[in-house]
Every structure is written in C-alpha cells, then in structure tokens.
C-alpha cells in the first residue's frame, strides 16, 4: 500500500510547468479538494516502476515529474531545489484519517517528515519562490487546513458556560506542523507579496477566517498569528480582511450567537485599530457603532470582553470624541437582569469616563447618573459596590465636582434609600462615604437635595395614606351592596389590607 501511495508521483513529464499553472490558475482555493484521507497503507522500498498519476484533486497540476520527493534538500543542486521543493509539498497533499492513530501510521509519519523538511527548507530563505512553488504551497495549506467543522463539533461553542472544556483536534501534531509551514511562508523575504497576491486571495482569506470557529484554542491561536501577517504583508487585501471580520462579527451578533473565535478576531482587530490613520475615515466609526458596540449584546459577552474593551479603548485613543459615542451605545445595550455583565459595564463606563474632557462628559452625564443610580440601589451587592466604586475615581470625583448641580440630585435618592434600607454592610458604608463626599463638595446643595427628599417623601406618604382610605371605602361600600344577580362582590369584607 506504500507503494501504492507513492508510486502516484508522476515519473515523467507530459506537459511543461508553464502549461500547467495556467490551467491551475483559479486560485488555491477554488480547486477540488480531497477529504476522505484513505491514502496508503504497507511499507514498502521508495523505487517504483509505475506510471500512474495521481489525480488533480489530490495534487496540484503542476507537480515536477521526474523529482523523487523523498531525496533531502541538501542531496540535489540549488536549480533543482524549487522543483524538489514542488514535489514535496505534492506529496504532502494526500490527507488521512487521524481519528484512529494506528491507521496509515507509517505513511503518516513519511508525511509528518517531509512536512519538517519543508518547514527547514522555507526557514533558510535560500531560494525565491517561483509562481508554481507559491501555487503548490497554497493548494496544500488549502487541502490539509480547511474543512467544515461538523455541527456537533460548534454546538457548544458560543461560550455560554465559561467551564466547558475545549475540544483538541486528534489531528493537531500534524496540522501544527502546516499553520507553522504557512507562517513561514508568509513571512519569509523570499515571497514576493505581488506575486503571492494572486493565489493568497479572497477566496483563501474566507477560508482562512472560517477556521476561527475552531474549538481547538491552539488552531485559534496559530490562526490569529498567521492573519496578523497575512494582514500586514499584503496591503491590497486590508479592506478586505476588515470587512470580512465585520461579517462574521454581524453573524454572531443578529444571527447565531455562537463562534469560537471571536476573542482572537478582537486581539487581531485592536491591533489594526492601533494602526489606523487620524482622523480616522467613516467607515471606521461606522465599524465603532455598528459592530463593536452592538458586541457587547450576547450572553457570551464575558468570553471576549477584555478584547473588546481594548478595541474600544484603542478607539477612545484615537479619537477621544467618540467616547461619549460609545457610553451612548453601552447604556442602550445596558444588561437590565444580568448582574455579571452589569458589572463589566460598569468597568468599562468607568476606563472611557476617566479619560473625558468636562465638555465630553456633559453631553452623556444625565443618562449615564440616572442609569448609575439604579445600579446602586441594586439588591444585587456586588453591582451597587461596583457602582459606588466609580467615586473612588479622582478623575471621575473631579468630573463629578464641576457638574455637582445636574448629578447630585439624580444620585441623592438612590444614596438615601441604600443609607437606610440596604442589607450588605459593605454598600452601606460605602453609601455613606459618598454621601459624605457630596456633602463636603457643596453642603448648600446638598441640603437643599435632603429637604427636597424629605418633602418628596411626605408626599409619597401622603399619597399612600389616600390610596388605603380609598381602598377601605371601596370595601366597605362593597359589602353593604346587596348580592344581585352575577354582582361581583367581596367574599370577606375588610379581610383584605392593601399594602402601599
């Protein structure tokens, strides 16, 4: 069977390269591609007589014949490098089954071999890579890396449970070996980006980023390095590459809700964000509003909230204005019954509000304080401490100082009412601190806040007492009304107290 496996290498040369990279020129990924990994079996000498080829499907079109691909680099003459090089990354091409470690062992580890080679060869950087080189290297990656990954193997992703276990692909030793192979290409100073554009297309960029739904967190990983180059080397394909995140980031958000790799899209987008030219173009912002912030939407919200905050941030860098942009955004998406996130909220006003020129803040103040007093007064501790936390801020206090006279009325009834009803003893004495800062910034006001309280109070009291008097003469009138017909009446008259 190991024959057979090699004796598919062609042996004689039909037609020259030339020929056959322009009937190949489609691009790598739009070349059939065979999955079934059932290649080879047996060990048997590398000679063989046979003249069969293997098919285009499995190796590219403009395999080398004549070059036996299992002679080392360093036993043929540089002009026959590339060809032997060709040759190599065809053999590497035929795919197997790595769920049952046993099977194909020995042409698997003939494989694993030649895929080292190869990734010494790319690493030297002795030799320009040539048209049908680039083409070859792209049509592997593409056979060995990109597959759809079955629907029970995503239908956990999304991160909704943070306990879950990730899932390891059987077939990572082999494939680590082809993320690091293409990493190599990709950076190395022997590929020139003009040419490799051609084959390193739309098409393989899709495909690239499809892998991203990976449960593998190592495959995550490789693939956000090789993006990042990917992004870096070929200039012409930038635009590209952002809107095709954006679209995975649309479906996530108003789709399915469930990706894997979103995070690792995040890390990769904060660093192009940290790149981007002032003032920052349109679509940039429209990315801001449209993407990001809609982002922070999802349950899952917590598997890639760091990311996002940095993206966020590098955003707020760039352009401080758009921090009042982005609070707007936060408090439309504001978690009203998950006090998890509404704790990562608060965290993420509290980093944008610190950074706020007086004029900046004034615009969102009145929404952001009315929002931040519900937050105090929540039964839920640690989102009423995280709230009060934002006055242990001196950029925020200071902020908070020069716009006393809109703030301290939205916050005083929320302080009042923690002051004397709440039951965690670290947010009350937390109350009371802030409460005594507002005090001592502007004790006129805040005096005039307490008498205002307590007239709204009586009021309220007040408004109870007419509602129980109301109440009891509707009772009292019900009883006495004689039962006449299908008259709906009280069952036990004055049995019933109505609690305001």
Avoid at 73 to 97: Q, W
Avoid at 142 to 158: E, I, Q
Avoid at 314 to 324: A, I, N, T, W
Wanted: charged fraction near 25%; include cysteine; charge should be positive.
């Amino acid at each position: 069977m190991f024959k057979q496996f090699l004796s598919k290498l062609p042996r004689k040369s039909s037609k020259s390269d030339s020929g056959e990279l322009n009937r190949s020129s489609s691009g790598p990924v739009s070349s059939p591609v065979q999955r079934s990994g059932t290649s080879g079996g047996g060990s048997g000498p590398v000679r063989s007589n046979s003249g069969k080829r293997m098919s285009s499907a499995v190796f590219p079109a403009s395999v080398v014949a004549g070059i036996e691909p299992l002679v080392p680099f360093k036993d043929v003459p540089s002009s026959e490098k590339l060809n032997l090089f060709v040759s190599k990354v065809s053999l590497c091409c035929v795919t197997f089954d790595f769920s049952d470690p046993g099977k194909n062992s020995i042409e698997k580890d003939v494989k694993r071999q030649t895929l080292l080679e190869l990734l010494d060869f790319v690493a030297s950087g002795s030799v320009k890579f040539t048209e049908p080189a680039i083409l070859a290297m792209c049509r592997m990656c593409a056979v060995n890396l990109f597959r759809v990954f079955p629907p029970n193997y995503r239908s956990s992703s999304g991160g909704e449970n943070d306990d879950d276990e990730p899932m390891f692909d059987p077939a990572w030793p082999h494939l680590q070996i082809v993320y690091d192979l293409l990493l190599k290409f990709i950076t190395s100073p022997c590929l020139d980006a003009k040419l490799a554009k051609k084959y390193l297309d739309h098409a393989f960029i899709v495909r690239l980023l499809d892998l991203f739904d990976s449960e593998d967190p190592r495959e995550r990983e490789c693939l956000k390095t090789i993006l990042h180059r990917v992004y870096g080397k070929f200039m012409v394909h930038r635009p590209f590459v952002r809107k095709s995140m954006s679209n995975i980031f649309y479906r996530f958000v108003f789709e399915t809700e469930k990706h894997s790799g979103i995070a690792e899209l995040l890390e990769i987008f904060g660093s192009i964000v940290s790149g981007f030219a002032l003032p920052l173009k349109e679509e940039h912002k429209i990315f801001l509003w449209r993407v990001l912030i809609p982002l922070h939407k999802p349950k899952s919200v917590g598997n890639y909230f760091q990311q996002l905050s940095y993206c966020i941030t590098q955003f707020r860098d760039k352009e401080p204005k758009l921090g009042s942009v982005v609070i707007k955004g936060l408090l439309k998406f504001w978690p009203i019954t998950n006090s998890q996130k509404e704790v990562m909220f608060l965290g993420e006003v509290e980093e944008i509000v610190e950074a706020m020129s007086v004029m900046e803040f004034q615009k969102i103040m009145v929404p952001l304080f009315l929002r931040i007093a519900c937050c105090v007064t929540s039964s839920h501790f640690q989102v009423s401490e995280r709230a009060l936390f934002l006055w242990n801020n001196d950029q925020i206090v200071n902020l908070i100082g020069h716009n006393r006279q809109a703030i301290l009325p939205i916050m005083f009834t929320a302080l009042e009412k923690n002051a004397q009803n709440h039951w965690n003893q670290s947010v009350l004495n937390l109350t009371l601190n802030v409460r005594k800062m507002f005090c001592e910034m502007d004790e006129a006001l805040f005096m005039s806040c307490h008498a205002r309280f307590k007239e709204d109070e009586a009021k309220q009291c007040s408004a109870a007492e007419k509602r129980k008097e109301v109440w009891a003469r509707l009772e009292n009138a019900a009883s006495m009304k004689p039962i006449t017909g299908k008259t709906a009446v009280l069952v036990t008259p004055r049995a019933t107290s109505i609690a305001c």
